[in-house]
Nanobody, 127 residues
Framework: QVQLVESGGGLAQAGGSLRLSCAAS?????????????MAWFRQAPGKEREFVGY????????YYADVVKGRFTISRDNAKNTVYLQMNSLKPEDTAVYYC???????????????WGQGTQVTVSS
C-alpha cells in the first residue's frame, strides 16, 4: 500500500496563491519507489463530480493540465522526498474544491487508472 497525505490547503483570496503538497509513504515504496509512479491531482467542488487537474510523469520532466487551470497551476515533484506539489496561482473562486493527489502507472486523466489516493485537502477561494 501507498499512503498519500495532502497538506497546504486553506483559505485564499481571488488572485492569490496556495501551494499544496502530497507526501507518499508506505511499505510498498521499498519495492516500487515513488519515482516509478505517475502522480496526479484531482479536485471536487461542492455538488460536482471529481475532475482532473493535472499530472506529472515519473521523472518530473513532463506535465499535463486541464484547460481550466493551464497557465495558472504548476505540478512538480521531488522524488528524493517522495513528494509532489501543486502550485496554484491567480486563484479564482471557482477553484474552490477539495484537492486530491493520486498515484498510478499511466499518464492519463481517468480517475480509475490511479491506484492510490489521498484523503484530500480543502481549498477555498474568496472573491
Amino acid at each position: 500500500q501507498v499512503q498519500l497525505v495532502e497538506s497546504g490547503g486553506g483559505l485564499a483570496q481571488a488572485g492569490g496563491s496556495l501551494r499544496l503538497s502530497c507526501a507518499a509513504s508506505g511499505r510498498t515504496l521499498s519495492i516500487r519507489t515513488f519515482s516509478s509512479y505517475v502522480m496526479a491531482w484531482f479536485r471536487q467542488a461542492p455538488g460536482k463530480e471529481r475532475e482532473f487537474v493535472g499530472y506529472i510523469n515519473r521523472s518530473g520532466g513532463s506535465t499535463y493540465y486541464a484547460d481550466v487551470v493551464k497557465g495558472r497551476f504548476t505540478i512538480s515533484r521531488d522524488n528524493a522526498k517522495n513528494t509532489v506539489y501543486l502550485q496554484m496561482n491567480s486563484l479564482k473562486p471557482e477553484d474552490t474544491a477539495v484537492y486530491y493527489c493520486a498515484a498510478g502507472s499511466n499518464m492519463v486523466t481517468v480517475q480509475r487508472s490511479y491506484n492510490y489516493w489521498g484523503q484530500g485537502t480543502q481549498v477555498t477561494v474568496s472573491s
